[in-house]
C-alpha cells in the first residue's frame, strides 16, 4: 500500500502544537487505511525533510482548503528541497467531492440540537480569504452554493477580505450557525472568529473547523484509497 504524507502549513510562531495535531490526525488515518501516514506542517522545521526521508515515494496529502500558492509552488518546492524528485500530490482537503456531505453532517447535527430544521438554518461559512489570490474565496463559494441546496441561506465571511467576518456576522438573524471552513485549528480559529463573533454581536452555535470533524479521518483514508487506484493506472493522483 502507497505511504501517505498529510502536509498542513502550520503555525510558525508556535509550531509545536499544529505539528502534534497533524501528526494525531496522521496516526486516526493510518488506523482507518491500514497503511503507513506520516504527518508534517511547513512551519515545524525539519518536519517535512524527516517525512520524506521516511516514506521517499508517498503520495502527498496536502491538508490545506483551496488549491493555490502553497500547494501549487511552495509544497512542491520544499518536497523537491527535502529529497523527493518526482512528487505525488493529492487534490487539497478542500476540494474533496465527499467534503459537502460531511459538512452537511455537522450543520445538521448542530441544528438539531438546537431543535431546529435544517431548512430554516442561516449558515455562516467562515473562510480565510485572501486580498491577493482568489483560491480560498472560490472554493468557500462553491460550498456555499451546494449547501444552500439543502439549507435555508447560506452566508459567507472571510478573514482577509470582503465580505469581512463581522460585517457577515452582523444581525444574521435567528437560527444561525457558524461553521469555519479552515483544515485546522490554528490562531485564525482560536482568535480572529471568536472575536469577529463577539463584535458582530452573533449568538448562534460555532462549530469546531471541518477539519476536525469525525469523519476526517475516514474522508482522507478514502481519498487515498482512490488515488492509489489511478495512480496504479499510470495517472496523475488527483
Known amino acids: 500500500m502507497t505511504p501517505t504524507i498529510i502536509v498542513s502549513h502550520g503555525q510558525p510562531s508556535d509550531p509545536g502544537p499544529q505539528q502534534q495535531a497533524v501528526e494525531a490526525l496522521a496516526d486516526r488515518v493510518a488506523q482507518v487505511s491500514g497503511r503507513q501516514v506520516i504527518g508534517a506542517t511547513l512551519a515545524q522545521p525539519g518536519a517535512l525533510e524527516d517525512a520524506v526521508a521516511r516514506a521517499p515515494d508517498a503520495l ?32 487539497p482537503f478542500g476540494l474533496d467531492p465527499t467534503l459537502p456531505a460531511l459538512c452537511m453532517s455537522q450543520i445538521a447535527e448542530a441544528a438539531a440540537a438546537q431543535g431546529w430544521q435544517t431548512s430554516q438554518v442561516t449558515l455562516l461559512l467562515i473562510a480565510h480569504g485572501s486580498q491577493r489570490a482568489r483560491g480560498s474565496a472560490k472554493g468557500t463559494e462553491a460550498m456555499a452554493e451546494l449547501l444552500r441546496l439543502r439549507l435555508g441561506k447560506v452566508v459567507t465571511g472571510y478573514i482577509e477580505e470582503a465580505p469581512f467576518l463581522t460585517d457577515a456576522a452582523r444581525d444574521i438573524g435567528p437560527q444561525a450557525i457558524a461553521l469555519p471552513f479552515f483544515a485546522t485549528q490554528a490562531e485564525h480559529v482560536l482568535e480572529d472568529i471568536p472575536q469577529g463573533l463577539a463584535e458582530a454581536g452573533f449568538d448562534g452555535p460555532c462549530l469546531p473547523p471541518i477539519g476536525l470533524a469525525d469523519g476526517v479521518p475516514a474522508l482522507i483514508a478514502a481519498a487515498i484509497n482512490r488515488a492509489e487506484a489511478v495512480i496504479a493506472s499510470g495517472q496523475p493522483p488527483n
Open 60 to 91: 502527498v496529502y496536502p491538508m490545506f482548503m483551496a488549491a493555490g500558492w502553497f500547494t501549487g509552488t511552495e509544497l512542491p518546492r520544499r518536497l523537491a528541497a527535502a529529497g523527493a524528485a518526482n512528487p505525488r500530490i493529492h487534490a
